[in-house]
């Protein structure tokens, strides 16, 4: 497949929606599962998507998720225009999270999304501006 040959995913999304929670990388479950990527591969990526998924959902207020497969690797770009991370060193401490109580209840903020990710990609990368929003992009080398 040559480069310009990539495949591209766009998905909303929603805010305040926990039905529609979880679709941005469920859809890239199905395209990766098609495309017959090893099932080892799908399950990381699907899994630190999700997570970042949630957090563009629960701590965002909804964005937009950007995926590009490429023959060697999966780009994932997801996006919000939330409060942003103020300090992304201590967000990424393993039990760390400013989750209400509300949301705990519905069984999130245990602080484990963020190191879910660096620990299921192989390139993690947070860009975020208090105020303004959060930029995470991820990178999975898949072979080929
Ligand atoms: N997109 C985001 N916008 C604003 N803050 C964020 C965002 N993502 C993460 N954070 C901050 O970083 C903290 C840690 O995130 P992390 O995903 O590790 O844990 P959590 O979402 O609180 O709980 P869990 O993911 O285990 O359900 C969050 O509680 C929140 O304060
Ligand atoms: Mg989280």
Do not use: W
């Not at 995913?9 to 395209?31: H, N, Q, R």
């Not at 519905?106 to 879910?116: I, K, S």
């Amino acid at each position: 497949m040559a480069e310009s040959n990539k495949m591209h995913l766009e998905t909303v999304i929603a805010k305040d929606d926990f039905a529609s929670a979880g679709e941005a990388s469920s859809k890239v479950k199905k395209t990766l599962t098609m495309l017959g990527v090893a099932p080892a591969q799908i399950k990381r990526i699907s899994v630190a998507m999700y997570e970042a998924e949630i957090n563009a959902f629960i701590h965002g207020g909804g964005g937009m998720a950007y995926t590009d497969v490429y023959p060697d690797r999966v780009e994932i770009l997801i996006e919000d225009h939330g409060k942003g991370i103020e300090d992304i060193e201590l967000a990424m401490q393993e039990g760390y999270s400013t989750a209400s109580e509300e949301v705990r209840m519905m069984g999130f903020g245990a602080g484990m999304g963020l190191p879910n990710m660096k620990n299921n990609s192989d390139n993690l990368t947070i860009d975020s501006r208090p105020g303004e929003g959060t930029k995470v992009r991820m990178c999975f080398n898949i072979g080929n």
